[in-house]
C-alpha cells in the first residue's frame, strides 16, 4: 500500500508499506494461489483497509495482477477480499499490467526512451516507449514463481527456459535501453551501487551498462541460498527470488539487445496514479513540478522563483553546456524554483542541510548527474565552497565544466536573492546582461542606492570571476 500526496503535477509518496505475500508461489504445481500467501494477503489488506479507513483518501485503487489473474482460485480470492475488508479488487489483464507499467515509468521520466519491463513475482510486462503514444505490450510467464523448478534452483535449466519464453519478445521488443521496474531488480541496482562504492544510494533512474549488468546478475545467480541472505539490505523473501531476477535481466540483454538498463522506482502504482491527474497538469515536467513545490513551502514569495529564472536569463544562456541545449533550461528553471529552499532552516546548517535535499529529494524526472548538479548550483547559492558536502559525488558524476556552470548558477542565484531582498518587484528594477566580456549589472532610475551596496557588489564581483568576466556595475 501506497499513500501519495498530489500537488498540481508533484507527486509525493507519505507512506509506503509492502508485505511479500508469495501468492503465486505455488501455481506452477497447482493452478491455484499458495495457501499461506493467501492468508498473509489477506492479514495485511485488513491492515491496509483499516489505515485507509483513517485517512481517507480522495481515491483508492485496489489491482491485482498475473498471480490472481491466472489462479483458478483467483474470483475466489477476490470475493474473500471484499467481504473481508470491503475492497474491489480490479485484476488487470496482462496488456493493462504492461501499459500501467509504462506509464509510471514515463510519469518518473517523461524522457524515457526503449523498453519498460515489469517483473512481478509471476510475470513479466514489456512494453515499448517513448515515440509519442503507448504501443501495446505482452505479458511472458518470466516472473522467480513461475521459473521456480520443484527440482530445486539450476542456472542453465533456469537460463534454458528463459531463452525459450523469450522468443516471442525476440525483434519486436529490440531496443538500447531497458527501464527496468521491479522489487528484484531494485536490489540488484542496490548491489552494484554496494560494490562499486557509489557515492548516491538513490535506485531511482540509477543507470548501469549492460555490461555491468551482466555482471552483477551472474554474481549474484551463482550465489548460495545462504550466501545471499547474508547480503545488507536484501530480505529473506527478497533473496529467494533474487537469483531468477538476475537470470532474467541477463536474458532480456541478451535477447534484445541492451546497451544500457535504467532503474525505476516508479511503475504499475505511478501509471495509475498519473492516469487521474488532470489533464492539463499531466504533461508539466515532473522535476519542474517537484521542485516548484518543495521549494514553495519554504520560501518567501511564490513570485520569486519565476523572476529569478527570467532576470537570470543571460546568465543562463552563458553558462558552460552540462546535459545540452535543451536539458541545461530546464534544469536552471528548476534550480531557480529552489532558490529560497533555505530560508527557514537553522542558518549554522542550512547549506548542509539544502544540499543534502536537494541531492537525495524523492522528486523523479532527473537523471544522478541533474542531481548532484542541482546539489551544487544550490551549494552556491547559499554560500558553499567549490568543494561541496559531498565531493566525491561531484568528482564522481560531473565534469569539470558542469561543476563550474553549477557554481556558476548559484552565485547568480544568490546575487539575485540578496540583491532584491527576496522581492520580485525590487528585482524587477535591475538588470543582469552580459555584453561580450563583460558582466554588467544595472539599477533603474531612483534605484542604485536602493539595491547596488557593498553586499550586492560582493556577490556580482564573485560572479564575474566565476564566469571569467569583467565586472560593470
Avoid at 18 to 29: F, Q, T
Wanted: hydrophobic letters at 45%.
Amino acid at each position: 500500500m501506497v499513500l501519495y500526496r498530489l500537488e498540481g503535477r508533484a507527486i509525493w509518496t507519505v507512506f509506503n508499506e509492502k508485505v511479500l505475500a508469495g501468492l503465486g508461489r505455488d501455481m506452477p504445481a497447482t493452478g491455484r494461489l499458495s495457501p499461506v500467501g493467501v492468508e498473509l494477503a489477506l492479514t495485511a489488506l485488513r491492515r491496509f483497509a483499516a489505515v485507509l479507513e483513517g485517512v481517507r483518501p480522495a481515491y483508492v485503487f485496489v489491482a491485482a495482477t498475473a498471480a490472481v489473474r491466472e489462479a483458478e482460485d483467483g474470483p475466489d480470492f477476490c470475493d474473500r477480499v471484499a467481504a473481508l475488508t470491503g475492497l474491489r479488487v480490479r485484476v488487470l489483464t496482462g496488456e493493462e499490467e504492461a501499459h500501467y507499467a509504462a506509464l509510471g515509468v514515463l510519469a518518473g521520466d517523461p524522457r524515457a526512451r526503449g523498453i519498460a519491463a515489469d517483473m512481478g513475482g509471476s510475470s513479466l510486462e514489456l512494453i515499448r516507449i517513448g515515440q509519442g503514444a503507448i504501443t501495446p505490450g505482452i505479458t511472458l510467464p518470466l516472473g522467480p514463481f513461475s521459473l521456480a523448478d520443484p527440482a530445486g534452483f539450476d542456472t542453465e535449466r533456469v537460463r534454458a527456459r528463459i531463452d525459450e519464453r523469450l522468443k516471442p519478445a525476440l525483434g519486436r521488443f529490440s531496443a538500447d535501453e531497458l527501464h527496468a521496474v521491479g522489487g528484484g531488480w531494485r536490489s540488484l541496482a542496490q548491489l552494484h551501487m554496494q560494490k562499486t562504492d557509489y557515492p548516491l544510494r538513490i535506485v531511482h533512474q540509477y543507470a548501469m551498462s549492460a555490461a555491468d549488468a551482466r555482471d552483477v546478475a551472474r554474481l549474484v545467480a551463482q550465489q548460495s541460498r545462504a550466501s545471499l541472505d547474508r547480503l545488507p539490505g536484501v530480505s529473506r523473501r527478497r533473496a529467494e527470488t533474487l537469483p531468477y531476477a538476475a537470470l532474467v535481466l541477463e536474458g532480456l540483454i541478451d535477447a534484445l539487445g541492451l546497451k544500457t538498463i535504467i532503474f525505476s522506482a516508479w511503475g504499475l502504482r505511478e501509471g495509475l496514479l498519473y492516469e487521474i491527474l488532470d489533464q492539463a497538469e499531466a504533461p508539466t515536467d515532473p522535476l519542474i513540478a517537484g521542485c516548484a513545490a518543495l521549494g514553495a513551502r519554504q520560501g518567501i514569495s511564490p513570485a520569486l522563483p519565476a523572476a529569478l529564472n527570467a532576470w537570470l536569463g543571460d546568465v543562463i544562456a552563458a553558462l558552460p553546456e552540462a546535459f545540452g541545449p535543451e536539458r541545461d533550461p530546464i534544469l536552471a528553471a528548476a534550480a531557480c524554483r529552489l532558490a529560497d529552499l533555505g530560508a527557514r532552516l537553522h542558518p549554522d546548517h542550512r547549506l548542509e542541510l539544502v544540499f543534502d535535499q536537494v541531492l537525495r529529494a524523492p522528486i523523479p524526472g532527473q537523471s544522478h548527474p541533474e542531481r548532484v548538479w542541482l546539489a551544487c548550483a544550490l551549494n552556491a547559492r547559499y554560500g558553499g565552497g567549490a568543494s561541496t558536502p559531498n565531493p566525491e559525488a561531484a568528482d564522481r558524476l560531473l565534469s569539470p565544466s558542469a561543476r563550474a556552470g553549477a557554481r556558476a548558477l548559484g552565485l547568480a542565484m544568490r546575487l539575485g536573492c540578496d540583491l532584491s531582498g527576496r522581492a520580485p518587484q525590487l528585482l524587477a528594477n535591475a538588470a543582469l546582461t552580459i555584453e561580450g566580456s563583460t558582466l554588467r549589472l544595472t539599477a533603474s532610475e531612483g534605484y542604485a542606492d536602493v539595491l547596488l551596496g557593498e553586499q550586492t557588489r560582493r556577490r556580482a564581483r564573485a560572479l564575474a570571476e566565476a564566469l571569467g568576466l569583467t565586472l560593470d556595475i
